[in-house]
């Protein structure tokens, strides 16, 4: 989606669709958000209410990209290898999904794509892919909750990455 702008969302706005998105969701260990199971639940027929998309694994070689969502057809599709690394605890992997449902959430009711000019990038606040991360690394990680963890604890009790749980701790650190 480069080069193509959404409706402006700030990093505030974005990370309180996610607390609120975590919050209907029964959580059983309350840190750790169990995205595959979550977005294999949300696709079933059913039980995606308003949401309503699809949900494919697809063979590596199908997709250019890691996981791809498209918001005409309603259609998620992720390479096998990365739906198997997340049901694994892989971090990266886990965050593909999550960034992936970033997009579904937030970017489902979008009609109004528009491309940027040639050569210009929307600002992060109208850029699609920035405010899917935003959306993952709040999904995975609840600000709320790590407390004065170290970067090390929150990424094993949230299942991420160390180089997301860093982030999230900085993060967590600027707002003090």
Same mark, same amino acid.
């Given at each position: 989606?480069?080069?193509?702008?959404v409706?402006?969302?700030s990093?505030?706005?974005?990370?309180?669709i996610?607390?609120?998105?975590?919050k209907?969701?029964?959580?059983?260990?309350?840190m750790y958000f169990?995205?595959?199971?979550?977005?294999?639940? *949300?696709?079933r027929?059913? %039980?995606? @209410?308003?949401i309503? =998309?699809?949900?494919?694994v697809?063979?590596d070689?199908?997709?250019? +990209?890691?996981?791809?969502?498209?918001?005409?057809?309603r259609?998620?599709?992720v390479q096998q290898?990365v739906? *198997?690394?997340?049901?694994? %605890?892989? @971090?990266?992997?886990? =965050?593909?999904?999550?960034?992936?449902?970033?997009?579904?959430?937030? +970017?489902?009711?979008v009609?109004?794509f528009?491309?940027?000019?040639?050569?210009?990038?929307p600002?992060?606040?109208?850029?699609?892919?920035?405010?899917a991360?935003?959306?993952?690394?709040?999904?995975?990680?609840?600000r709320?909750?790590i407390?004065?963890?170290?970067?090390?604890?929150?990424?094993?009790?949230?299942?991420?990455?160390?180089?997301?749980?860093?982030?999230?701790?900085n993060?967590?650190?600027?707002?003090?």
């Amino acid at each position: 989606m480069d080069k193509v702008s959404v409706p402006p969302k700030s990093k505030e706005e974005i990370i309180n669709i996610a607390k609120k998105f975590r919050k209907t969701i029964p959580l059983r260990d309350g840190m750790y958000f169990p995205v595959v199971e979550i977005i294999e639940w *949300l696709s079933r027929d059913g %039980n995606s @209410g308003d949401i309503g =998309f699809d949900f494919e694994v697809v063979d590596d070689n199908s997709l250019n +990209h890691y996981a791809d969502y498209n918001p005409i057809t309603r259609v998620l599709k992720v390479q096998q290898s990365v739906y *198997l690394g997340a049901c694994n %605890n892989n @971090g990266r992997d886990r =965050f593909t999904l999550a960034h992936e449902l970033g997009h579904v959430v937030l +970017h489902s009711c979008v009609n109004n794509f528009a491309r940027e000019k040639t050569g210009s990038c929307p600002p992060a606040f109208r850029n699609p892919e920035w405010q899917a991360n935003t959306f993952g690394s709040a999904l995975l990680i609840d600000r709320d909750q790590i407390g004065n963890m170290s970067p090390a604890e929150v990424a094993n009790k949230c299942g991420t990455s160390l180089q997301a749980a860093e982030i999230a701790v900085n993060d967590k650190k600027k707002k003090r």
